[in-house]
């Protein structure tokens, strides 16, 4: 059950969140020294997934978002299965953090990509409230759980559905984010679109993986707003990804334009290999509407500049990697779940 009224939630997450917002000496450690166990994990990387939490656990806006829910105080404690994934720093926290505040136990699975920050951020929370350490248990195989919330692959969520379809339960598969350009774009407008492209390598499910563009769009002029992330090149494992697939087109003859870091490729996909972006052309914006509404289940969220009307969360560029608190993975409200087990 839970132990606390919305406003001592707010007050507890939003301490940590400033912690997390300015890392003192220990965060900082931590954050320099995560490319060790994961290549990926770059100190620029983590300290923007940790400090990007911190923000998010603004007092107002955990108030605005806990009081859409009525959270139980006289329900017996549910023990929930949380299976996390591990391509970007901290991707599993919003869940974890729910739990915790729905009055719940977590039972964690953290992934073997990521276990360490999720810890030290973890153990800051008890630090300013200890009630929260018996609210916790990381666990190498989940067992003896009421609930369980996946997330992984297509083909994990197979399995997912098979082991945990008995218990109340979410499973998320494999979903990626889109653009929509219609040409009026200034450079600055496209150069933030480069966030939501290049943050995080490109490995989260709100990284864009394609873009649609009017015909004739003049994708030079794309390239050229995106130079200034060229640097991205002399990373070893993004290079290593680049070389991989600009081999394969090249082999197989398949039509490309290539930027030196970036591989732009005609393609109906909506998932692009790492260091490739798919592109569309489109001939009507809402014949474009109506597409990507028959597949927004594979859909994380669309940015765009231009209003569309749409199922998937539409955000504007530079924006995808930073969700609200109330903006679900999937569209799938996990509080809503977790306060009605």
Same mark, same amino acid.
């Given at each position: ?232 090149? $002399? ?91 109330? $903006? ?14």
């Amino acid at each position: 059950m839970s132990k606390f009224e919305i406003p001592q939630l707010a007050d507890v997450f939003s301490t940590l969140g400033r912690q997390l917002s300015f890392p003192d000496d220990e965060l900082s450690a931590t954050i320099a020294d995560e490319h060790y166990y994961n290549a990926w994990f770059t100190p620029v990387n983590v300290a923007l997934a940790v400090t990007s939490i911190g923000k998010m656990l603004d007092r107002e806006c955990l108030l605005n978002w806990l009081n859409r829910y009525s959270l139980p105080n006289n329900n017996e404690m549910k023990k929930v299965g949380l299976i996390l994934a591990g391509n970007i720093p901290l991707v599993g926290i919003h869940d974890v953090l729910s739990v915790l505040i729905s009055g719940n136990h977590a039972l964690i699975k953290a992934s073997s990509q990521d276990n360490r920050l999720i810890k030290e951020v973890l153990n800051r929370l008890v630090g300013i409230e200890p009630a929260f350490a018996d609210q916790f248990t990381f666990v190498e195989r989940l067992e003896g759980f009421d609930a369980v919330i996946a997330t992984g692959s297509n083909n994990s969520s197979r399995y997912f559905e098979y082991y945990f379809g008995k218990v109340p339960h979410i499973i998320r598969k494999n979903r990626n984010s889109v653009a929509v350009l219609t040409g009026q774009e200034t450079n600055e407008q496209l150069f933030a679109l480069g966030v939501d492209i290049f943050t995080y390598f490109g490995l989260g499910c709100r990284n864009v993986s394609k873009i649609f563009v009017p015909r004739n769009y003049r994708l030079a002029t794309f390239f050229e707003a995106i130079e200034p992330y060229h640097a991205i090149i $002399d990373h070893h494992k993004y290079n290593n990804n680049y070389d991989y697939n600009k081999s394969i087109y090249l082999v197989n003859r398949n039509e490309h334009l290539d930027n030196g870091f970036l591989l732009l490729k005609e393609d109906p996909g909506l998932i692009s290999p790492l260091a490739v972006l798919f592109y569309e052309y489109f001939e009507d914006i809402g014949e474009l509407s109506a597409k990507l509404n028959e597949q927004s289940s594979n859909i994380q969220c669309i940015a765009s500049e231009t209003p569309l009307k749409v199922k998937s969360q539409l955000v504007a560029f530079g924006k995808t990697q930073s969700p609200a608190l109330w $903006d679900y993975a999937d569209g799938l409200d996990t509080m809503d779940f977790l306060t009605k087990l």
